[in-house]
């Protein structure tokens, strides 16, 4: 009876904590029952009848009440911050979803570059939210979904601290999450890091909970594997969780539901985009790893990008501190950030009072939780180091800090402690997530006003559709504000250079037999010299009896210059 009564207080959408003695798959007794578990009983029949009276009444307010704070704070902060322009999406993210929806796959040659074959489905719901909706509505939906990361948060740092989650607790956590310098730079943005950052963080919650419930293991393997499925870079996560479950109670039943969930879960999202390049270019993760899969279509090798990597051990292990002082080696803008040195820290003296104390200050989800953060840490700083990458572990870091310093202060986890323990603990909570969120400084992937959105108009020259060869990064994104039967030929990536006698070479020599009534035309951005040697390939030069023409540039002040080609002179 008391646990009904709990978990009508609690309400349907809260967490009531229960502590029999000894209950499975945790070694300090606790469990999380969720009150959607109890429907059907009269317990549940009860909560269902008193929902309506007493909603207002219960603790179902908080999570009700962050929910819509956190959707609140996305929309805001993006409309404060202005329209995303970011590299990313003037090179590939927009292109992407333009070329599958109108076909172009068949027709144009790599305007991305190699980027051109990464799996579009996750830019779909920014790319119909930037064009079905006038600005800035569509990207503040955008960044209120964003901002559902701190709900997950709040969820998460329930089921891990359990009797610590006070609202001061609660409430650093989630501070220290909302001003990650990462995730507020892509608050509102087309990349997929903080998108994906919401199933990945829910699978987290998912295995923290399980408590030998099969079930949750295979869900959190479909929220992580369909993350992964939509980005390949997730892997890391994936690692991490794994990682995980070999802490829980039955590991290879865990391990298995695990691998269940996500094999189902990345086959949803990436399996159909790896089938079409598996059967059209041989490779199902082209460009990726072509010295195994040698697609006809690249040389084979594996495209790394090595140039965020540590140097060393002692270079690694010194990253974090790094970031403290606004060394942004791992990132192409500067940033500033404290999060991953503090909990550096706070790991070591949590090891160093377990030596000295000789006892165990851990609990068996806390040491799931470890695992999980540090595996996927260790795993991204091996294989990427590139900081965009890292921000389920920006958001991950907020509760273990708060973790790190209830059981360094207190110990394993006590049904009560004492008003000066408790007070203590608050008090080095709350310093510390206003100390980090004061030093913070978030990254900036470039935003113009709303006020001087990014809507180019195209010079009269250009209103014909012709042929374009790309000379530069990022150029792809004005593909969709050209002639639709435009040809788009990016010869310029050194990545993934256009193989000969492959068939993105013979398309584009099969489109210069057939030419349009615009005629050819080279692309780059203003200042950069033409790179006119890569076009002798093709038998084509700069007209120089004709003038070039500019197309505004999404960053404000830049230009892309288009310049007419001829055949070259024998």
Known sequence: ??????????????????????????????????????????????????????????????????????????????????????????????????????????????????????????????????????????????????????????????????????????????????????????????????????????????????????????????????????????????????????????????????GIGGTIGALATGGAWGLMLWRELGNPIFPLFNAVFRSPELVPMNIMDWQFSPRGYLDALAYPFYWLIGDNRSSEYPFRDARFAVAMVLILIAIGRCLVTRATIFTQRDIQFLLFSTVSYATWLILFAIQRYAIVLELLCAPLIVLLIVRSLAGRPEPSLSHASSMRINSATAATALLIALWSQPGDWFRRPWSNPYNPQIAKPLEQPAAYFLLDKPLAYVATVLPPASRFYQIADIAMPIVAGGEFDRRIRTALKNPLPGGAWELHTRGKPIREQLLERYGLQVDASKACVEIEGAWLGTAIEACPLVVRER
């Open 1 to 258: 009876m008391a646990i009904s009564s709990r978990i009508l207080k609690a309400g349907i959408l809260d967490l009531s904590i229960v502590q029999p003695r000894g209950a499975p798959g945790d070694a300090d007794g606790a469990s999380v029952t969720l009150a959607a578990e109890v429907s059907g009983t009269a317990s549940g029949r009860s909560a269902k009848r008193a929902w309506p009276a007493s909603i207002f009444q219960t603790r179902a307010l908080v999570p009700i009440v962050i929910g819509l704070g956190s959707l609140l704070a996305g929309a805001l902060y993006t409309w404060f911050v202005g329209e995303d322009v970011n590299w990313d999406w003037q090179n590939y993210h927009e292109y992407n979803v333009w070329a599958l929806i109108n076909g172009r796959y068949a027709i144009d040659a790599l305007p991305a570059g190699f980027q051109t074959y990464f799996n579009p489905t996750v830019y779909f719901p920014v790319y119909y939210l930037r064009h079905l909706l006038p600005l800035p509505y569509g990207l503040m939906i955008l960044g209120a979904v964003h901002g559902l990361n701190l709900l997950l948060i709040y969820f998460l740092a329930r089921v891990l601290l359990r009797e610590a989650a006070t609202s001061w607790a609660i409430g650093a956590s989630i501070l220290i999450a909302a001003v990650g310098p990462m995730t507020l730079s892509e608050v509102g943005t087309s990349f997929s890091d903080i998108l994906t950052a919401l199933p990945i963080v829910g699978g987290c919650i998912l295995i923290l909970s399980a408590d030998g419930r099969h079930g949750r293991y295979v869900l959190a393997g479909l929220l992580i594997g369909a993350a992964v499925g939509l980005k390949l870079t997730n892997v890391v996560y994936a690692l991490g969780a794994a990682a995980a479950v070999l802490a829980a109670t039955r590991p290879l039943t865990a391990t298995l539901c695990l």
